[in-house]
């Protein structure tokens, strides 16, 4: 059974980086046909694709967000990390990772991040 596990900082500053890692247990990230993403929910607002990567490592953006987000691997930990960079109190959500074939199954349990001075 897969698992997915955010972990990264709770609260961040504004103009920060924020960067969030996601282990995923039972299954690989480099397994064919699947691909590995990250969605967020601002507060009060609708899930939000950002990106994924997929086996062969090549990655996907949200156009609104791809000109501050980089999502990377690290496939002996089994890991994928993503990376926003220029926060502003607007990224204020949980962020989930999540895993693609037909539809976004399972998810992480989410983590919030704040964005605040």
């Known amino acids: 059974q897969v698992q997915l596990q955010e972990s990264g900082p709770g609260l961040v500053k504004p103009s920060e980086t924020l960067s969030l890692t996601c282990t995923v247990s039972g299954g690989s990230i480099t397994t064919n046909s699947v691909v590995w993403g990250w969605i967020r929910q601002p507060p009060g607002k609708e899930p939000e694709w950002m990106g994924a990567i997929d086996a062969n490592g090549t990655t996907y953006y949200n156009p609104s967000l791809k000109s501050r987000t980089s999502i990377s691997r690290d496939t002996s930990k089994n890991q994928f990390t993503r990376q926003l960079g220029s926060v502003a109190p607007r990224d204020t959500a949980v962020y989930y990772c999540?895993?693609?074939?037909?539809?976004?199954?399972?998810w992480g349990r989410g983590t919030q991040v704040t964005v605040t001075s």
């Open positions: 999540a895993r693609g074939r037909q539809g976004w199954n399972p």
